[in-house]
């Protein structure tokens, strides 16, 4: 069982607020978002800590958003990324690399249709590595793309920032890399490596391009470009490697967030036919057959839009987000929260509450429609999704425009059909999921 389901029903017996200890470190979870946005939203500058990550800040020595301690330099960090990702004018100006990437995912899915996961990994690769160093990506096999994978997939085999042993007992960090349990020591140098070459090599060709593209005028927004511009093009070491983390919280989060969505989205529709044809009928009506669905028409789209909240609902990328960490004591209703204190969001508990959201196993995007949304509580799943409080993701309306494009365009050009068994029958695929810091869905033989 996976241990948003374990926190979810201990919930039911405990209540929505789970206390336990970590090798002494006091936790909660809470498994309710009345809980999360007393405490994370409204309360934010003292829940919005981390607590120690001594695997990722200290043996990776990352400085990404993720793991940064409140405070100066997460401000800073914060605001590099919400100034390149969040605000309207920088995401319109990434428009034209999102439509050119959506096509060429279109074409490719219609060249090989075989090929979905590599597919979808390119479009959010190509796209986010291009928003970010404003290098254009043509296939996976990119230099920079190789490097990132290769970083994010031993990361994901070092386990989850906030739950490993390490991050609890932090002198495990000394003991000898050959000692039986000490394999995470080993990753760690290993993934430390892979890491400085992936951020020195994007960091780089940015910088030596920097001047050309200023001069010529040409070459599309870039995060890196826009920092980098505010120090003149000439940061302070440190600030240069500030600077470098970004690439890990824009891959790290944006590629493994959006691509999680985009397989729950492929794996839905295989299993939900009926919710397919809504979607292929409504774009048919609104956007018709003679182009492809863009941003302007989402407002016009009501059903593609429930069919995302649906998706985030079902199976959330990041069921159980990274560990905050509250800096004072604190009361709540009848509990005394310690300093120190771990506090845990069951992301994937709030979005099957059934308080909110009644039949929570099933796949039902009418749920998320004006109409049926009036009656009784309701909350947009995209409001919570992405985290809470300072914590919240910055880039969480990239993230989701990335997602709302790959599955507009989607399915107002394909048939998604069942996946085919060994003798190449149909077969109606469970709804399971593979376990790593984001829960997403297996890629199977779709036809």
Known sequence: MFAERMFHEWGKTFGDIVYFEIFRTPAIVLNSLEAARDLLDKHSTIYSDRPRLVLLMEMLRSCTLVGVPYGDQFRKHRKWMFDAAGNKPMLHG???????????????????????????????????????????????????????ERVISRMNQAGRAGSVPVDFVPILRHIPSWMPGISFKRNAKVVHRYMEEY???????????????????????????????????????????????????VYGAGVEMTRAA????????????????????????????????????????????????????????????????????????????????????????????AKYFPEPEEFRPERHLEGDAEAGNYVLPSSFVFGFGHRACPGQALADASIWLGIASTVALFDILKPLDESGKEYTPPAKFTSAFTRSAPMMNYA
């Open 94 to 148: 990434y428009h034209n690399i999102q439509y050119r990437e959506v096509r060429r995912l279109l074409l490719n899915l219609f060249r090989q249709p075989d090929k979905l996961s590599e597919h979808l990994h390119l479009y959010l690769a190509g796209m986010l590595l291009e928003i970010t160093f404003g290098r254009p990506v043509r296939t996976v096999n990119n230099k920079l793309v190789c490097l990132a």
């Open 199 to 249: 951020l020195d090599t994007g960091y780089n060709a940015v910088t030596s391009a920097m001047d050309e593209i200023q001069a010529a005028g040409t070459g599309e927004p870039c995060i890196f470009c826009q920092v980098l511009e505010q120090y003149g093009g000439d940061p302070t070491p440190a600030e240069a490697d500030n600077i470098k983390g970004l690439a890990i919280d």
């Open 262 to 353: 985009l397989r729950t989205f492929v794996l839905a529709m295989t299993r939900e036919r009926d919710v397919l044809r809504k979607v292929q009928e409504e774009l048919d009506q609104v956007v018709g057959c003679e182009r492809f669905p863009d941003f302007t028409d989402r407002e016009s789209l009501p059903y593609v839009n429930a069919l995302l909240e649906e998706v985030y609902r079902w199976n959330p990328p990041a069921p159980m987000a990274v560990p905050h960490r509250i800096t004072v004591d604190d009361r709540y209703r009848e509990y005394d929260i310690p300093a120190g204190c771990m506090v845990i969001p069951n992301i994937w508990a709030m979005l099957h509450d």
